[in-house]
């Protein structure tokens, strides 16, 4: 029994949610989802919520089970009130800055790197903080992987671009084992 997977989804009001089969339309503030899932389980509406069950007790639909249900649920917390990755980067002449749908960061190369935000993914700087936010939990993941694999943190100096609450492990350099 998937313990997840056995709590209903409820939708608040502000919050549209539409079933058509294996497919779920969640429509709300911050905009407008939809994603096609397995027929291994069902998706049902009773009332304001949403409910997912497993076909069978086969492997693949109990396992799929809980993952629905958590999809479904991260789609009308998206809409609702959307989800933020927030990056910081540290080193000497290390800049970054946003317009429209383009992010530019300046990361010690000889050249920028120009990054286009994918729709529904909007970026924010401010001083060496860089926040991507977005209704679509998957997305706003990804970009912010993306932006941190420009350039990642190294353990010597801590230059780099590294997630706000990651901890980078600093290591001694050369001399810093000698006694």
């Not at 069902?42 to 999809?71: A, C, Q, Y």
């Not at 790197?113 to 970026?123: C, D, R, T, W, Y």
């Not at 209704?135 to 990642?152: D, I, M, Q, Y």
């Amino acid at each position: 029994m998937s313990r997840i997977g056995k709590m209903p989804v409820v939708v608040p009001e502000k919050v549209e949610v539409k079933l058509n089969g294996a497919k779920v339309d969640v429509k709300g503030p911050n905009g407008q989802l939809d994603y096609s899932f397995t027929d291994k389980v069902k998706i049902e509406m009773k009332g304001k919520e949403v409910i997912v069950t497993p076909i069978d007790d086969s492997k693949e639909s109990v396992s799929l089970w809980g993952t629905t249900r958590t999809l479904i649920n991260n789609m009308v917390t998206g809409v609702t009130t959307g989800f933020t990755k927030t990056l910081e980067f540290n080193g000497v002449g290390y800049k970054a800055s946003v317009s429209g749908s383009s992010l530019t960061l300046n990361l010690g190369f000889s050249h920028p790197i120009n990054f286009e935000l994918p729709k529904g993914v909007s970026a924010k700087v401010t001083k060496n903080v860089i926040d991507i936010s977005g209704a679509n939990k998957e997305l706003v993941g990804f970009v912010a992987a993306k932006v941190r694999s420009f350039r990642p943190p190294e353990p010597y100096k801590g230059k780099g671009v590294k997630y706000i609450d990651e901890h980078i492990t600093r290591k001694a350099g050369k001399t810093g084992g000698k006694k």
